[in-house]
């Protein structure tokens, strides 16, 4: 369990390093169409609605999805804690702590 652990965060880190090599080279952020232009706001914010608004979309609803499931999941619905948080001070019998 340990071997496969350790394997898994090397090769995390190792991915790591390859994605920063990729994006800090020069030539993934020079466009074919005009080589001298930067990429700017106005297109990301372009591509981010006009080509990726489906995904987004897809994707924004799955995180709906799994936050609604994690708040569910982490209910506790056992009799005793039901019993406690639904007590009303009139329910105790006079007792005081």
Same mark, same amino acid.
């Given at each position: 369990?340990?071997?496969?652990? !350790?394997?898994?965060?090397?090769?995390?880190?190792?991915?790591g390093?390859i994605?920063? !090599?990729?994006?800090?080279d020069?030539s993934?952020?020079?466009?074919?169409?005009?080589?001298?232009a930067?990429p700017?706001?106005?297109?990301?914010a372009s !591509?981010l609605f *006009?080509e990726?608004?489906?995904?987004l979309?897809?994707l924004g609803?799955?995180m709906?999805?799994?936050m609604?499931?994690?708040?569910?999941?982490?209910r506790?619905?056992?009799?005793?804690n039901?019993l406690w948080?639904?007590?009303s *001070? !009139?329910d105790?019998?006079?007792?005081?702590?």
């Amino acid at each position: 369990m340990k071997l496969m652990s !350790s394997i898994t965060r090397i090769g995390l880190v190792g991915l790591g390093f390859i994605l920063v !090599s990729i994006v800090s080279d020069a030539s993934t952020w020079q466009s074919a169409k005009n080589p001298g232009a930067y990429p700017t706001n106005a297109g990301l914010a372009s !591509s981010l609605f *006009d080509e990726w608004a489906l995904p987004l979309m897809i994707l924004g609803v799955l995180m709906a999805i799994a936050m609604i499931g994690a708040a569910y999941l982490v209910r506790d619905e056992r009799r005793e804690n039901l019993l406690w948080e639904f007590k009303s *001070d !009139s329910d105790d019998g006079g007792e005081e702590e």
